[in-house]
């Protein structure tokens, strides 16, 4: 079990008057303070970790963030941000000594320029949301995380979500013009803009992924992109995940970078088809899912030359969607794979390392070996083009022992990931999750340049408390 | 999702089932997306996975519903925005039903407000209380706007005293007990659930589903001791009165089935078809599992029941836009989507479908009269909506909508009316008054 | 000041040699002079310091896997070697990383190191990211002789916070990059220009955005004016450029049908692959103002604002201009003046964009802002930034501004 922060003892006596403090800078249902209506706020999209916070604010403007962001940094109180609260990493638990500043409430598009190819939105717009206010203009916004449904921009941005489609479109921090943040102390700063590429540090590359620890987001420039004319999947199912892997790498090799190029193995197919009913062949060991774009003819095109591709590594089954229909049935299966597993398990630890393409085979050979050993059940679901991993190791939350097994499980994950030349995260996060893991990636050298930066923006770390980096005293 | 209920606690049924509930719930957060009350209000709270969290506490403490949750579980529209969403399948609504009931057993509501529940439990199922009732509130309608700004008391008394229509359409022509017999050769033969308050505010919904259904071979029985379904005291939590609501239909259609026989059980308002496809689990520790069971499987919405048994419009296209507003019970409910628009292109129509079709128009059974300003602000959002494909009218298939959104410059009507009209039946009451 | 201080250069072999010199120059307070091959050391502020500090002699290629779209380097490999083998396998580095040796009168062969500590990004940046979108991993020394990584070798990698953007376009000021990882793509099977003559700066721009909205995967666009397009092979008058690179039928395809949805613009003519690759390397390079005498400004803003600030200019002090990146990017050209320094910055702010003074005399570059600077909650996070990777300032000091 990961350890956390104490919680500062002072700021525990102070409650209600901050509280009250925060009802000064808000409307009354903006902010919650009542203990059984904290609860719901214990904990984000990683159940396993909770703490129900000191209290919770919800701004609508920038201003009002500003306000209570001066306020908490006089008080001395820290601060975890929140969005939708679909963190898998747990980069939104909260800590009894913080108060959860939740950015639902920003949820308003400010400009949509289709000609600049912008869109101006506020923190607490979903993913989703800004694709659906340019698409009647014929444009979408290109990172796609599986919860792009509910997830919010503003967490997207901290923690530089990714998404099926990143192999051609890149994750959050290459679609990005601007930021506007507010600082600890409740300054608030405009990053980048309208315009490609400021000059001097690239401050927004650094906030993008930087997980809470230096500044509250409140406002995203985002690029957006026309729409291609159509788009249309393949499934290709394979008789062993090391033949799967095999043809991820013909596939690249051969010059062709689908828009998408996704993999499942065995409990995963199982899973996702008993939700979407998406037609996934059931008797496969490996699954791709192959997504193409173009007018048909390059869709035609294209699905002949992957189809030729696949059919030198002896499928069990090739499949082209012939319908819009379709294809959505067959994303729907994939975008919804985290929360379809609940179906077969009544919780789950979604990992999420990265691992160089060509050590595929390897290392779901080694997780299934993990997986026997352990005693519990594990689906791979893997942005293959990518190498970005999820592995969902099942366990009864109800049983503790269980739990411990998942996290050592999810731990040598990791580590493996790590070893094998790859990272322990490329699209959730490290938040609490992974925190302790850092230094099997990371030198202290290289930790402690990471913590004066983010001592650089918050000298008394009060932002996103417990988060990212091991515990230890900060240093000066 | 962890739970921690003790044994004892899970001998109780309720919570054996809704502890079931609780473990399928991996809290992604999907659903808070789709959900209507924490898309205005931008509040955990207010939305399904802060509700499932509220409830879980509450239940696994076994404590006594506090006003705190009450307000949060009130402001859930059960309109199952968030089951449709849910990957992992989680029942919600069974799941906010007990919390209902449980808040009905465990929580002592403020006076005006117990009043107004028992007031519409006791009025809404009954068709002549109602139709009494409502006489009476359009004589007082001119009265509202004396009420004080502001109040949920208040609120609440404008909008029951809006809902009045201005004049109260006399009782229909087939809308009673009895057989209806099938024009010609008997094809098949169903039962009708007649409702309550549908039938009171717009028995031509009635009427046309009788003609459609009798035209195309059907026989109809609206059977004798069949009435409300339930529903509307169930969403109060008055689990007592919803189940003997529900038995009572499960009898009368039981005897129907065993004697002249049913091949489908027809309800042409979409939320009392979302609650007698769940009888079989409602009464699935009574004594009536069975015929509850037999019913509920049975039970079809008058979309379904129209494409089962062959639909054929008669009548040339009329060239009209129809805005289908696909009710909450009938696509996240029932999962019923495609049908109604299907026939209704079918039919000759042109079908346009409204943006964020997924958000409840904020009807919701009794929602609308016991939280007016979160209904009002789903109303505007809807008709916004509605108006923007620029249709020549709206279509749904439940009564509560039609009421919701009557009065907001668009004709509302119910898709069976429109496809009876192109069977050749009359054109529907509410065209012509547009 | 070149001359002596090349003589007095560090150019250690290795990252060890270069940690050792770093080390070695903050435990004596000595600033260094941080750089490549030095082939833009006529970007940006002079350096004061005693001593030059290059990479240069870090060279070769540490791993490339052309099936994971992965390639590391050594700093000071040289970007030509780099380009060569990439094209060996069918891929190339997708920054298009432009050459602006001709335009800083250098005749140093630029380094990865270089291009990646200058975030330089040619044409493609409009559609497919700038440099600091595709380093996946860096190896560097900061300020006190530590190496640092970041990042890795695989293409997704969000574990801390990310030092490669912080890096890369830092100019050497908080490290020295020792080593870097890109990820490469797929040489497109084939490329087209589609030309719009005669179009004034504003339907310019308006044709290149109908471009850049269409679904035709536009990889690059720009306006060149009739001043200096005969720079570009195959111009000569005011131009819009549209490039289109991808397999060869995806090319015929949509060159027809972008020529169809632009001739409500002009006349269409498509320039096949080789006049593609000429014309483009042009504009990547800067090539239409490499003759012109006095200073040359980058300016960065919303593309549909390129025009304005290119007619001010015009206007104020007879600038010579291009436009890329779809409107956004202006090349400007005018007289190494402060006044006219100052009416670039003052367009630049009064369309919300940004500046980079790329080329002027030295006397110039060390009196004026040569980026803006940025407001004072900003300066001081950056003045703790560059402090927590080089507290004593020896790297590169006033490069970006002075006192920095």
Redesign the interface.
Known sequence: MITQLPPRQDVLARRDAIVAGLRRLLPP?GV?A?K??L???E???L?AYRQVPLA?V?PETTAQVAAIMAFLHREGVRVVPRG???SLSGGALPMQDAVVL?L??M?RILEIDTADRLAVVQA?V?N?GIT?AVQAEGFFYAPDPS?Q???MIGGNVNMNAGGAHCLRYGVTANNLLGLKIVTVDGQVIELGGAHLDAAGYDWLGLLTGSEGQLAIVTEVTVRILRSPEGARAMLAAFRANEVAGACVASIIASGIIPVALEFMDRPAIHACEA?AHAGYPLDAEAMLIIEVEGSPAEQDELLGRLRDICARHDPISVKVSSSVAESAAIWKGRK????????IS???LCMDGVIPTSRLAEVLRRIGEMSAERGLQVANIFHAGDGNLHPLIMFD??DPDSFARAERFGADVLTLCVEVGGCLTGEHGVGVEKRDLMGVQFTATELDQQRRIKSAFDPGWLLNPSKVFPLQPAPA | ????FTAAQLRDPAIAASNQVL????????????CPT??L?????DSP??RI??IK?MLEAGRPA?A??VL?VDRCLSCLSCMT??????HYMHLVDHARTYVAQTYRRPWHERGLRALLAGVLPYPGRFRRVLAAARLARPFARLLPRGGTLFGRMRAMLAMAPASLPPAGVLDGVGVHRAEGARRFRVALLAGCAQRVLDPAINDATIHLLTRMGGEVVVAAGAGCCGALTHHMGRHAQAMASARANIFAWSDEIDGAGLDGIVMNASGCGTMVKDYGFMFRDEPEAAAAARVAALAMDVSEALEKFGYVPARPAPGLTVAYHSACSLQHGQKVTDTPKVLLRKAGFRVVEP?EGHLCCGSAGTYNLMQPDIAARLRERKLENLRATRPDLVATGNIGCMTQLAGGGLPVVHTVELLDWMAGGPEPAGLCRA | MSARLLADALAPADEAGVAASVRAAFEAGEPLLVQGNGSKRAMLRPVQAARALSAGALSGITLYSPQELVLSARAGTMVADLNAAVAAQGQQITAEIPDFSALLGSTAAPTLGGAVAANLSGPRRVAWGAMRDHVLGVRAVNGTGDIIRSGGRVLKNVTGLDLCKLLTGSHGTLAVLTEVTLKVLPVPERRATLVLRGLDPVQGVAALAAALGSPYGVSAAAYLPASVSHRVPGLNGAAALVRLEDFASFVAYRSERLRADLSAFGQVEVLDDAATLAAWAAVRDAAPLVDEPGAIWRVSVRPSAGPRIAAVLERMFDARWFLDWGGGLVWIAGPATAAAHDAVCAAAREAGGTWTLLRAPEALRAAVAVIPPEPAPLAAIARRVKAAFDPKGILNPGRLRAGE
């Open positions: 249902d919650i009542e059984l209506l609860k719901p706020y904990t984000d999209g159940t919770v919800l939708a609260g679909t939740g639902m409430r949820n607490g979903t989703i659906q919860s449904l509910a997830c939700f919804g794979a985290f929360g379809a597993v609940g179906r009544p919780d789950y939350a109800n | 999702m962890q739970t921690s473990r399928t719930c991996v809290h992604c957060g999907f659903c808070t997306a789709t924490f898309v209000l931008g509040d955990e709270l996975r802060g969290y509220l506490d506090t705190e949750v949060h969403t849910c990957p992992s399948g989680v943006a």
